[in-house]
Protein backbone atom coordinates (compact mmCIF):
# COMPACT_ATOMS: atom_id res chain seq x y z
CA UNK A 1 0.00 0.00 0.00
CA UNK A 2 0.93 3.56 -0.60
CA UNK A 3 1.26 5.94 1.77
CA UNK A 4 0.57 9.50 2.28
CA UNK A 5 4.29 10.55 1.92
CA UNK A 6 4.84 8.04 -0.54
CA UNK A 7 2.11 9.86 -2.61
CA UNK A 8 3.62 13.48 -2.08
CA UNK A 9 6.77 12.06 -3.27
CA UNK A 10 4.97 10.52 -6.29
CA UNK A 11 3.09 14.40 -6.99
CA UNK A 12 6.36 16.25 -6.72
CA UNK A 13 8.01 13.33 -8.91
CA UNK A 14 5.25 13.14 -11.44
CA UNK A 15 5.79 17.09 -11.56
CA UNK A 16 9.22 17.09 -12.08
CA UNK A 17 8.91 14.42 -15.08
CA UNK A 18 6.19 16.74 -16.88
CA UNK A 19 8.59 19.15 -16.70
CA UNK A 20 11.65 17.60 -17.72
CA UNK A 21 11.69 14.49 -19.18
CA UNK A 22 8.00 14.29 -20.57
CA UNK A 23 7.20 14.70 -24.30
CA UNK A 24 4.54 17.37 -24.68
CA UNK A 25 1.02 16.17 -25.31
CA UNK A 26 -1.91 17.87 -24.07
CA UNK A 27 -9.23 5.33 -5.85
CA UNK A 28 -10.60 8.60 -4.86
CA UNK A 29 -8.25 8.73 -2.12
CA UNK A 30 -5.24 8.66 -4.38
CA UNK A 31 -6.64 10.46 -7.26
CA UNK A 32 -7.19 13.46 -5.06
CA UNK A 33 -4.00 13.36 -3.89
CA UNK A 34 -2.43 13.20 -6.69
CA UNK A 35 -5.15 15.48 -8.38
CA UNK A 36 -2.69 18.57 -8.32
CA UNK A 37 0.21 16.99 -9.98
CA UNK A 38 -1.64 15.34 -12.28
CA UNK A 39 -3.74 18.25 -13.45
CA UNK A 40 -0.20 20.13 -13.47
CA UNK A 41 1.32 17.76 -15.54
CA UNK A 42 -1.70 17.49 -18.34
CA UNK A 43 -0.53 20.42 -19.39
CA UNK A 44 2.34 18.67 -20.68
CA UNK A 45 1.49 15.14 -20.86
CA UNK A 46 -1.83 13.34 -22.23
CA UNK A 47 -4.17 11.32 -19.87
CA UNK A 48 -2.56 8.28 -21.22
CA UNK A 49 1.41 9.01 -20.74
CA UNK A 50 0.53 9.53 -16.88
CA UNK A 51 -1.53 6.69 -16.47
CA UNK A 52 1.28 4.99 -18.07
CA UNK A 53 4.23 6.89 -16.17
CA UNK A 54 1.96 6.40 -12.84
CA UNK A 55 1.85 2.72 -13.34
CA UNK A 56 5.54 1.99 -14.86
CA UNK A 57 7.16 4.30 -12.09
CA UNK A 58 5.42 4.09 -9.16
CA UNK A 59 3.15 0.83 -9.95
CA UNK A 60 -0.01 3.35 -8.90
CA UNK A 61 -2.55 2.22 -11.44
CA UNK A 62 -5.28 4.87 -12.51
CA UNK A 63 -6.75 4.28 -15.81
CA UNK A 64 -6.35 7.07 -18.57
CA UNK A 65 -10.52 7.18 -18.08
CA UNK A 66 -10.37 8.10 -14.37
CA UNK A 67 -7.57 10.73 -14.93
CA UNK A 68 -9.59 12.10 -18.04
CA UNK A 69 -12.65 12.07 -16.11
CA UNK A 70 -10.95 13.93 -13.25
CA UNK A 71 -9.68 16.61 -15.48
CA UNK A 72 -12.94 17.37 -16.91
CA UNK A 73 -14.40 17.03 -13.22
CA UNK A 74 -11.73 19.56 -11.68
CA UNK A 75 -13.77 21.54 -9.87
CA UNK A 76 -14.89 18.89 -7.71
CA UNK A 77 -10.95 17.83 -6.81
CA UNK A 78 -10.41 21.74 -5.91
CA UNK A 79 -12.64 21.75 -3.46
CA UNK A 80 -11.48 18.35 -2.05
CA UNK A 81 -8.23 20.11 -1.48
CA UNK A 82 -9.30 22.52 0.10
CA UNK A 83 -10.94 21.07 2.26
CA UNK A 84 -8.00 19.16 2.83
CA UNK A 85 -6.24 22.03 3.75
CA UNK A 86 -8.77 24.63 5.16
CA UNK A 87 -8.26 24.10 9.01
CA UNK A 88 -4.59 23.91 8.62
CA UNK A 89 -4.60 27.43 6.49
CA UNK A 90 -7.07 28.85 9.86
CA UNK A 91 -5.15 27.68 12.37
CA UNK A 92 -1.75 29.76 10.41
CA UNK A 93 -4.31 32.02 9.51
CA UNK A 94 -5.65 33.20 13.40
CA UNK A 95 -2.12 32.87 14.63
CA UNK A 96 -0.71 35.47 12.22
CA UNK A 97 -3.89 37.70 12.18
CA UNK A 98 -3.56 38.04 8.01
CA UNK A 99 -6.20 36.90 5.48
CA UNK A 100 -6.49 33.51 3.86
CA UNK A 101 -5.83 34.98 0.91
CA UNK A 102 -3.21 37.26 1.54
CA UNK A 103 -0.61 34.54 2.16
CA UNK A 104 -1.68 31.62 0.07
CA UNK A 105 -0.75 32.69 -3.13
CA UNK A 106 2.58 34.15 -1.60
CA UNK A 107 4.84 31.88 -0.76
CA UNK A 108 7.22 34.03 0.65
CA UNK A 109 4.65 35.90 3.19
CA UNK A 110 3.86 32.14 4.40
CA UNK A 111 7.45 31.78 5.24
CA UNK A 112 8.30 34.85 6.17
CA UNK A 113 5.19 34.29 8.99
CA UNK A 114 6.54 31.04 9.51
CA UNK A 115 9.54 32.40 10.61
CA UNK A 116 7.90 34.88 13.32
CA UNK A 117 6.27 34.56 16.44
CA UNK A 118 2.52 33.29 16.21
CA UNK A 119 -0.10 34.47 18.30
CA UNK A 120 -0.86 30.81 20.01
CA UNK A 121 -1.74 30.03 23.23
CA UNK A 122 -0.38 26.80 24.86
CA UNK A 123 1.84 23.73 24.47
CA UNK A 124 -1.00 22.13 22.66
CA UNK A 125 -1.66 25.51 20.40
CA UNK A 126 1.47 25.78 19.64
CA UNK A 127 2.24 21.87 18.63
CA UNK A 128 -1.28 22.55 16.59
CA UNK A 129 0.24 25.48 15.27
CA UNK A 130 3.85 23.63 14.20
CA UNK A 131 1.49 20.99 12.48
CA UNK A 132 -0.33 23.39 10.05
CA UNK A 133 2.50 24.59 9.00
CA UNK A 134 3.89 21.53 8.15
CA UNK A 135 1.11 20.27 6.64
CA UNK A 136 0.48 23.55 4.57
CA UNK A 137 4.14 23.30 3.25
CA UNK A 138 3.61 19.45 2.18
CA UNK A 139 -0.02 19.79 0.84
CA UNK A 140 -0.08 22.83 -0.40
CA UNK A 141 3.40 25.05 -0.92
CA UNK A 142 4.33 22.22 -3.12
CA UNK A 143 2.74 23.34 -5.77
CA UNK A 144 2.99 26.54 -7.93
CA UNK A 145 0.83 29.23 -8.54
CA UNK A 146 -0.66 26.90 -11.35
CA UNK A 147 -2.56 25.02 -9.24
CA UNK A 148 -2.84 27.60 -6.20
CA UNK A 149 -5.08 29.81 -8.64
CA UNK A 150 -7.32 26.93 -9.86
CA UNK A 151 -7.97 25.64 -6.52
CA UNK A 152 -7.79 29.58 -5.17
CA UNK A 153 -11.88 30.33 -6.18
CA UNK A 154 -12.95 27.83 -3.20
CA UNK A 155 -10.30 29.92 -1.07
CA UNK A 156 -11.78 33.36 -2.02
CA UNK A 157 -15.47 31.89 -1.89
CA UNK A 158 -14.91 31.28 1.81
CA UNK A 159 -13.14 34.34 2.62
CA UNK A 160 -16.22 36.13 1.38
CA UNK A 161 -18.58 34.09 3.21
CA UNK A 162 -16.61 34.58 6.56
CA UNK A 163 -16.87 38.00 6.16
CA UNK A 164 -20.58 37.75 5.76
CA UNK A 165 -20.95 36.18 8.78
CA UNK A 166 -18.43 37.70 11.12
CA UNK A 167 -19.90 41.13 9.92
Not at 24 to 35: E, I, P, Q
Not at 119 to 144: K, N
Request: charge should be negative; charged fraction near 30%; aromatic fraction near 10%.
Amino acid sequence: MTTEMDLKDIARDLIEHSVQDADFSAKTGVLDDLFPAIYKASKRMSSRAISRWLLEVHGVKLSYVTISKALREADKHWESLWERIEPAARIFAEAHGVALKDYLFDNGLFEGLAHSTPTIGGEDGYGEYESAVGFLRQEWFIYDATVHDSCGKYILEDEKEGMAVEG
